[in-house]
T-cell receptor, first 120, second 112 residues
Framework: GAVVSQHPSWVICKSGTSVKIECRSL??????MFWYRQFPKQSLMLMAT?????????EQGVEKDKFLINHASLTLSTLTVTSAHPEDSSFYIC????????????????FGDGTRLSIL | LAKTTQPISMDSYEGQEVNITCSHN???????ITWYQQFPSQGPRFIIQ???TKVTNEVASLFIPADRKSSTLSLPRVSLSDTAVYYCLVGPHSGGYQKVTFGTGTKLQVIP
């Protein structure tokens, strides 16, 4: 159980293109999803927290107009990298957590397999 | 958010037990300790989670002392496929919302 699916797994596109990445919780509902970015040989960096039905909360230094997040349902969050440039090339990973405020605070995050984004 | 400190890297021979320790001196009362494993070009995979004392599952054990300022992930009889980066996370709990920060992780290299 607790499977998170991320799509696409790999995308290459030209500079200036907008790219959408989907994150789905397949067998559970996720009120909260998280988006991370990881550069080679570095740790994961939290970009934003996505809450179903409300605006995402961005970490300091992350441009909200650059990285658009939509969490339209309890099983789907999307990250759109707008007008992508080579410096946006990275490994993007989403995670989702089971439950919210129902006494299940000890549930861990479950991660997708990531999306490798390469901007030419 | 509680900050974590782990060794950057560790080497171990196949078949040995590996213990990776994580320091989290400013852990909060409601924080849980979670360990993840990450292979290259993959998302982190949940290994084990605990709050205090000892937790064991089919792949690992987690030891947490009474003061909870550190924790130790124990991997019994590692194999080459256990070569990965291991992250210790400590996360707040508030109404079901859990935001965590990844530290540097420990790169474990298993040697034949």
């Amino acid at each position: 159980g607790a499977v998170v699916s991320q799509h696409p797994s790999w995308v290459i596109c030209k500079s200036g293109t907008s790219v959408k990445i989907e994150c789905r919780s397949l067998d559970f509902q996720a009120t909260t999803m998280f988006w991370y970015r990881q550069f080679p040989k570095q740790s994961l960096m939290l970009m934003a927290t996505s809450n179903e039905g409300s605006k995402a909360t961005y970490e300091q230094g992350v441009e909200k107009d650059k990285f658009l997040i939509n969490h339209a349902s309890l099983t789907l969050s999307t990250l759109t990298v707008t007008s992508a440039h080579p410096e946006d090339s990275s490994f993007y990973i989403c995670s989702a957590r089971v439950g919210a405020g129902r006494g299940d605070g000890d549930q861990p995050q479950h991660f997708g397999d990531g999306t490798r984004l390469s901007i030419l | 958010l509680a900050k974590t400190t782990q060794p950057i890297s560790m080497d171990s021979y196949e078949g040995q037990e590996v213990n990776i320790t994580c320091s989290h001196n400013n852990i909060a009362t409601n924080d849980y300790i979670t360990w993840y494993q990450q292979f290259p070009s993959q998302g982190p995979r949940f290994i084990i989670q605990g709050y205090k004392t000892k937790v064991t599952n089919e792949v690992a054990s987690l030891f947490i002392p009474a003061d909870r300022k550190s924790s130790t992930l124990s991997l019994p009889r590692v194999s080459l496929s256990d070569t990965a980066v291991y992250y210790c996370l400590v996360g707040p709990h508030s109404g079901g919302y859990q935001k965590v920060t990844f530290g540097t992780g420990t790169k474990l290299q298993v040697i034949p």
